[in-house]
């Protein structure tokens, strides 16, 4: 009887090891899983916000040309803002430009600001890049 009572238990230890051994093996299955999603997502993040800055800078570039082609014309604007419409291969970025002048008749420069948004989650991102523009170029 004694053998047969030393049989069953370690039989019962044997599975309460068992079982051990899987809840903990299934606790660090779920923190790897929960880990690599919000690398994932941060890599996600980042290439978007890497993405917007790169429009945003081509947005100035195309400005900063716009200057230098025609400097009369760049600088008989208004101060505001103007859109520059969606961006990206599903236009999933929206870009917004603003313009303020210096008052006459020292207008001889404009800050230029570039703000791309897109949708992030629940919610929106953006960056901005600004520039200061002149009518002779430094």
Do not use: H
């Amino acid at each position: 009887n004694l053998k047969l009572m030393r049989k069953r238990d370690i039989k019962g230890q044997l599975l309460l090891e068992v079982l051990i051994a899987l809840t903990v093996l299934g606790l660090v299955a779920t923190t790897v899983v929960k880990v690599s999603t919000r690398s994932l997502k941060g890599v996600r993040i980042s290439g978007d916000r890497q993405m917007a800055l790169s429009f945003a800078g081509q947005v100035l570039i195309d400005i900063d040309e716009v200057r230098t082609d025609d400097t009369a014309l760049f600088f008989s604007g208004a101060s505001g803002t103007e859109d520059c419409g969606p961006l990206g291969d599903n236009s999933e970025y929206q870009c917004e430009i603003s313009y303020v002048f210096n008052s006459p008749p020292d207008s001889n420069s404009v800050s230029v600001m570039v703000e791309i948004s897109w949708a992030e989650g629940d919610g929106m991102s953006n960056v901005t890049l600004d520039k200061v523009l002149t009518k002779t170029r430094l």
